[in-house]
């Protein structure tokens, strides 16, 4: 029997109308088994704690460090959150190739200063933002709630929050996209506004040095939230990891309870500048939180 041959472009078409990943998100160094969870842990950094939010430089500058991953930013306002182009798509994947580091997830920032819970653009952002996570590979966007997006005190934003979230969850769940909730939230209310969406498309992005410095119980908090944590954010205000107040290895122990394992992005204070803070940090986090974990600590 006679076979149809399809060209290169035709298959390319095919793969896009099937929502594929495309081959230079492939090429950065987002394998096709990214979005399931690895055997051990993965030392990201933020790419706004670089010094380049948005920009492809900063893989380069991870690199330098000794760093797995960049957690990167969709945009700004300013540059209309160019990530959601194609070729700006590109561009970073081509980045991440050359550097040998990966994107490790998503953030939308800009949600501090345009509030998610007010503004209608942000809703655009935030369901265009799950079709970028689909294309370059990736398993979560964090979703922040400080400064003015703050959701303390504020049982009516937090209503719009998760109408809002209700609307979009489900073409996150149908990409195997989870949207991060980062907030000064506890984990009890962080849970309430999970529960009220009630999706497995909206969890909890955890940042032990925010949740510490709100006096929470963080080890205790890692434990209420389990499976509903996504990805966790590093961070010891003012000090080295290690030199602080966090102690990671109960951070460790807590993550060992809930069986997480995954993406750790850096945060942090930079008392030895900037390359050098970080690459002390990455250091003292890899002997905690390992690569490869054959068993609990």
């Given at each position: 029997?006679?076979?149809?041959?399809?060209?290169?472009?035709?298959?390319?078409?095919?793969?896009?109308?099937a929502?594929?990943?495309?081959p230079?998100?492939?090429?950065?160094?987002?394998?096709?088994g990214?979005r399931?969870?690895?055997?051990?842990?993965r030392i990201?950094?933020?790419?706004?704690?670089?010094?380049?939010?948005?920009d492809?430089?900063?893989?380069?500058?991870?690199?330098?460090?000794?760093?797995d991953?960049?957690?990167?930013?969709?945009?700004?306002?300013?540059?209309?959150?160019?990530?959601?182009?194609?070729?700006?798509?590109?561009?970073?994947?081509?980045?991440?190739?050359?550097?040998?580091?990966?994107?490790?997830s998503?953030?939308?920032?800009?949600?501090?200063?345009?509030?998610?819970?007010?503004?209608?653009?942000?809703?655009?952002?935030?369901?265009?933002?799950?079709?970028?996570?689909?294309?370059?590979?990736?398993?979560?966007?964090?979703?922040?709630f400080?400064?003015?997006?703050?959701l303390?005190?504020?049982p009516?934003?937090?209503?719009?929050?998760?109408?809002?979230?209700?609307?979009?969850?489900?073409?996150?769940?149908d990409?195997?996209?989870?949207?991060g909730?980062?907030s000064?939230?506890?984990?009890?209310?962080?849970?309430?506004?999970?529960?009220?969406v009630?999706?497995?498309?909206?969890?909890?992005?955890?940042?032990?040095g925010?949740?510490?410095?709100?006096?929470?119980?963080?080890?205790?908090?890692?434990?209420?939230?389990?499976?509903?944590?996504?990805?966790f954010?590093?961070?010891?205000?003012?000090?080295l990891f290690?030199?602080?107040?966090?102690?990671?290895?109960?951070?460790?122990?807590?993550?060992d309870?809930?069986?997480?394992?995954?993406?750790?992005?850096?945060?942090?204070?930079?008392p030895?500048?900037?390359?050098?803070?970080?690459?002390?940090n990455?250091?003292?986090l890899?002997g905690?939180?390992?690569r490869?974990?054959?068993?609990?600590?």
């Open positions: 029997m006679k076979q149809n041959r399809l060209t290169r472009r035709e298959m390319i078409v095919r793969a896009a109308a929502g594929a990943v495309v230079w998100a492939m090429a950065a160094g987002q394998e096709q990214q399931r969870r690895p055997r051990g842990f990201g950094v933020c790419d706004w704690n670089l010094g380049k939010t948005a492809p430089g900063s893989f380069e500058l991870a690199r330098q460090i000794g760093l991953g960049v957690q990167v930013s969709l945009g700004t306002a300013a540059n209309d959150m160019h990530l959601r182009r194609s070729e700006v798509q590109k561009t970073f994947a081509d980045a991440a190739r050359a550097s040998g580091v990966r994107i490790a998503l953030a939308i920032g800009e949600l501090n200063n345009i509030p998610y819970k007010s503004d209608p653009r942000t809703e655009t952002w935030v369901r265009d933002s799950i079709d970028v996570c689909h294309a370059l590979g990736l398993r979560v966007v964090l979703l922040a400080f400064g003015n997006g703050d303390r005190d504020d009516k934003g937090v209503d719009v929050v998760v109408e809002r979230l209700k609307k979009v969850a489900p073409k996150a769940e990409k195997g996209v989870v949207l909730i980062e000064w939230l506890s984990a009890e209310d962080s849970m309430a506004i999970v529960d009220r009630g999706s497995p498309a909206v969890q909890v992005y955890y940042d032990v925010n949740s510490h410095l709100r006096g929470y119980d963080i080890y205790k908090e890692i434990r209420i939230l389990g499976k509903n944590i996504c990805e954010h590093a961070k010891d205000y003012n000090n290690g030199k602080g107040k966090i102690d990671f290895v109960k951070v460790r122990e807590a993550m309870a809930i069986g997480y394992r995954g993406w750790i992005q850096i945060e942090g204070a930079t030895l500048g900037l390359v050098e803070s970080y690459k002390q990455a250091e003292f890899r905690v939180f390992p490869r974990v054959s068993q609990p600590l």
